[in-house]
């Protein structure tokens, strides 16, 4: 494969989403009005967001009652105490906290700031905050189904959210649930140029194509929130799901 033969082709004319959206089919729909046709051979590459918003994963703060372990963290981060509070029904463990930071690990195994809870481009209200869909790799499923369904047709999905980096600055694109094809890439005996059989290298492929779809998804108001992966070879695996991809505490060698 080269450079020129794989294409990020951003799909636009999609609606805001709404709760209880059909969002299998507002895509499709969306894919044919530019006149592509989504082939088995394809990756979609969807935003978190949409996904949130079709599961009406929404939370009003003003209708949550803090706990005790909230009111403590929110005296430590500055944070309101509502929205520490929904930050740690989706925690499994509070990494670190510092005034205005809340690092924990999702119940879904990665690590991340306010477990994944986001304020931006939600519903244009101070207090409504969007949660995580529970179960992302559920959702790829269903979404790869219903397009099998509607079109005969079931391409890989991957389900990507931004996340921060402990030694780098700035945000990347990264896989947090998936159907179709496995998050990592294991290359160990492969030959190198010169023969040589590789020994340590895994490559992150889902969490790769993430990051490449979200350099055209953008993080603003862009409004792009699907990108269709077309050009790059994969093997469908049915099997695998979000979590193949995550460090074990056990390999973990920084917590």
């Known amino acids: 494969m080269t450079a020129q033969t794989l294409q990020l082709i951003p799909i636009p004319n999609l609606p805001l989403i709404q709760p209880g959206d059909d969002l299998a089919r507002l895509i499709l729909e969306s894919i044919q009005s530019t006149g592509l046709t989504l082939a088995n051979a394809d990756i979609l590459v969807i935003a978190q967001k949409i996904v949130s918003k079709a599961e009406a994963c929404f939370v009003r703060l003003a209708e949550v009652t803090p706990s005790p372990q909230a009111l403590e963290l929110a005296a430590v981060t500055g ?134 779809a979200s350099l055209v998804m953008g993080q603003a108001a862009e409004g792009c929130p699907v990108v269709l992966v077309r050009g790059l070879p994969f093997t469908v695996d049915e099997q695998a799901q979000a979590a193949d991809g995550l460090r074990s505490k056990a390999m973990n060698m920084f917590r």
């Open 79 to 212: 944070k309101p105490a509502e929205l520490v509070e929904v930050i740690l029904w989706d925690t499994a463990e509070v990494i670190r906290t510092r005034k205005d930071l809340l690092i924990v690990e999702h119940k879904l195994g990665f690590i991340s700031a306010n477990a994944g809870l986001d304020h931006s481009n939600v519903a244009g209200e101070p207090d409504v905050v969007l949660r995580l869909p529970p179960e992302p790799d559920a959702s790829a499923r269903a979404l790869r189904q219903e397009l099998d369904r509607l079109a005969g047709v079931r391409p890989p999905v991957l389900i990507i959210d931004s996340h921060g980096r402990p030694w780098r600055l700035g945000t990347v694109g990264v896989t947090i649930g998936l159907s179709g094809l496995a998050p990592v890439q294991d290359l160990r005996g492969e030959p190198d140029l010169f023969g040589t059989p590789l020994l340590h290298t895994d490559v992150g492929f889902a969490d790769q194509i993430a990051a490449a």
